[in-house]
């Protein structure tokens, strides 16, 4: 105990530190700054103790001597998994990240895993972690090198992890119209979703006259317009991006992520309407790196989208991305795909507050982290193929 001395380049020794929170307060709340993280990291303490956690580590760069540290990584281990809380709890106080990551001691490789991350730096630097006391009958944690197997899967969950920022808006909704329209409908979407802490962005476009689907050029134009215009709204605010496209729009988000091998802005979660993307839209294969989830309203009765000729594409000018998802669906299957269909719709007369506030909105909410939640399943997916292979040779 009491052994939370830094060396001379502002950091702990390599190793496990044990101390108490009081001993933890004393050394790392003690400048004017980290001083108003006391009760963060009181309440951490407390937290761990009220639901029996067995053992609590932290890293990160608030145990260095950096006078405004930007991250605090807690390390949270229970007796069993069945004692871990349903859902991580991440807080941000004063512009600091505290991130809590759970496993229990039946899963010993996970926390072995963790604390190996904790204590080398991604240059491969040895580290101190600090191990705060909570039962004085617990020893020093042994360090151990992990199995590569679970090391490699809970590196790949650790990098891509994601922090939700606490008073901040829930996220971006990008909404984009179709032809002969302006999105009138945004003042139905705009009340509604900002309510529940979102930052509404329309994306206004001109010149969405029908014989788009015919002029290639203008297509392009619009599509690159919306690539400038995405990209500015990413670097400008923070928060996932979420979309709601309805006819040509859907056009426009299809055309964007397919044009690049990784677009440079990605999506949380899309919701279609009155869709014009061909059924045959490759969404897997952008499930977990450009777009967690999406949701495709079918309406049979759309009296536009059934129309759009399949036949003589070419001849007409009109894109081969284009199609009839809006009233026959997509054809791929797909984890990420949710698709509804409703005889009530038509093309104009989906986009209303009931549909809003009891099915758009519950979805976006239940799907708040799905690109985070697809990008680590299809990582683990392909490091475990990947070892597969490898343990059959």
């Known amino acids: 105990m009491g052994n939370l001395k830094l060396n001379d380049t502002g950091k702990l020794d390599k190793g496990i530190h044990k101390c108490t929170g009081q001993e933890f307060i004393k050394v790392f709340c003690n400048n004017d700054y980290r001083k108003k993280f006391n009760k963060a990291v009181t309440d951490i303490f407390d937290y761990a103790l009220q639901t029996n956690v067995q053992y609590l580590f932290i890293g990160g760069s608030f145990i260095t001597n950096e006078k405004e540290p930007s991250d605090i990584d807690c390390l949270l281990v229970y007796k ?97 119209h179709g032809l002969l329209s302006t999105g009138e409908w945004n003042k139905e979407i705009a009340p509604i979703a900002s309510s529940q802490g979102w930052t509404v962005a329309p994306y206004i476009y001109k010149g969405n006259t029908p014989d788009l689907l015919v002029r290639s050029n203008k297509r392009q134009e619009i599509v690159d317009n919306f690539r400038e215009w995405i990209f500015e709204l990413r670097n400008r605010f923070d928060g996932d991006i979420s979309v709601i496209a309805h006819s040509f729009g859907t056009f426009i988000i299809g055309s964007y992520l397919k044009g690049f091998e990784a677009p440079p802005v990605n999506f949380n979660n899309i919701i279609l309407t009155g869709s014009i993307l061909n059924s045959n839209y490759d969404w897997e294969s952008l499930r977990g790196k ?104």
């Open 80 to 176: 069993e998994l069945s004692h871990i809380p349903r859902e991580s709890e991440r807080l941000v106080v004063g512009g600091i990240y505290l991130d809590i990551m759970f496993t229990s001691l039946d899963n010993k490789e996970i926390v072995d895993s963790y604390i190996h991350l904790f204590t080398h730096s991604r240059f491969g630097q040895e580290l101190g972690v600090v191990q705060v006391e909570l039962h004085e009958k617990n020893e020093k944690w042994e360090i151990v090198h992990p199995g590569l197997k679970k090391f490699e899967i809970i590196k790949a969950a650790y990098i891509n992890r994601s922090f939700i920022r606490v008073k901040e808006p829930t996220g971006i909704l990008v909404t984009v």
């Open 290 to 393: 450009s777009v967690g989830k999406i949701l495709n309203e079918i309406a049979p009765e759309d009296e536009y989208v059934r129309y759009l000729p399949e036949r003589y594409k070419r001849v007409l000018k009109i894109d081969s991305s284009m199609g009839r998802s809006g009233t026959e669906g997509f054809k791929q299957e797909s984890p990420m795909i949710v698709q509804s269909t409703n005889s009530i719709f038509t093309h104009n007369n989906v986009i209303k507050r009931d549909v809003i506030s009891h099915k758009w909105m519950p979805f976006l909410d239940a799907n708040r982290n799905s690109l985070w939640e697809a990008t680590i399943q299809r990582g683990m997916a392909d490091l475990l193929e990947k070892y597969t292979k490898g343990d059959s040779h």
